[in-house]
């Protein structure tokens, strides 16, 4: 199947095309708004299309968070309070900032996202900043107050603690081309996951992949110039966390 940068129409492609200005003003002005609630490990997202399958945007919103720092935990669920949002949790602050800033409106399946800062640490930060214990008991406290109220525990999604990318690895590869020979991907890997990795690139034009070849794909860019700059950038890059994506120049 064939991926076509932002000239297609179909309903595929407006996951990545460009903001519109008045989409773009809004996000400035939402931006201005999180400066009022203290940076966190953990961003809270809204506005993401709940038709999507929970699984399918976990792992989407892995392949698209994870370029900017380790993710500990990512927490999406179904129940009507909570459909189109969900809970990305950074090990590193500078990661959740990063990824706040950087993807702030950003078209995820069609619908511009809103990015802030979660309100309060997420469980899993707690425990290593050794606060857990405290919020537990004061909890348990507003529990007692306010009897008969049932508590609610929340399932940590299945999260991925391994690092974004791999180590430095050599890559034997052939002569520079416009276009890049991708292997080693997961099973899972779809188009739109590639799409919104490479589509950031200046110059990306399109996403093959193989029929029957889950594991390999093949990305064009307009000049070999700009295939290098994605291909030296995203070397290594986890898709999951087991497999660290091999990129090489196709061969000519």
């Keep these: 199947m064939v991926i076509k940068n932002r000239q297609n129409s179909s309903p595929f492609f407006g996951r990545f095309q460009r903001v519109s200005p008045v989409v773009h003003e809004r996000c400035e002005r939402k931006r201005d708004s999180n400066m009022d609630i203290r940076p966190n490990h953990t961003i809270y997202i809204n506005n993401i299309n709940d038709k999507v399958k929970k699984e399918e945007m976990k792992r989407s919103l892995y392949a698209l968070f994870s370029q900017f720092g380790q993710i500990i935990d990512i927490v999406a669920m179904k129940t009507m309070k909570m459909r189109g949002q969900a809970f990305v949790v950074f090990k590193e602050l500078a990661g959740a900032t990063?990824?706040?800033r950087q993807l702030q409106g950003f078209p995820f399946y069609n619908k511009p996202m809103r990015i802030q800062y979660a309100k309060t640490d997420s469980e899993v930060i707690s425990?290593?900043?050794g606060t857990y214990g405290d919020k537990?008991?004061?909890k348990e406290k507003?529990?007692?107050a306010q009897e008969p109220a049932a508590g609610l525990t929340k399932k940590p999604a299945a999260g991925s603690a391994a690092p974004v990318h791999s180590p430095a690895v050599q890559v034997p590869d052939n002569p520079p081309n416009y276009i890049l020979f991708l292997n080693n991907l997961p099973e899972?890997?779809?188009?739109?996951?590639?799409?919104?990795?490479f589509n950031q690139f200046p110059g990306f034009k399109e996403v093959r992949l193989v029929p029957g070849k889950h594991d390999i794909a093949f990305v064009e860019f307009e000049s070999?110039?700009?295939a290098g700059v994605a291909k030296d950038a995203l070397q290594g890059f986890r898709i999951t966390a087991t497999c660290a994506m091999k990129i090489t120049y196709a061969k000519k």
């Design 136 to 138: 537990k008991e004061k």
């Design 142 to 144: 507003k529990k007692k």
């Design 127 to 129: 425990k290593i900043k």
């Design 98 to 100: 990063n990824a706040l």
């Design 224 to 226: 070999d110039t700009q």
């Design 188 to 197: 899972e890997t779809n188009e739109m996951m590639l799409s919104m990795l």
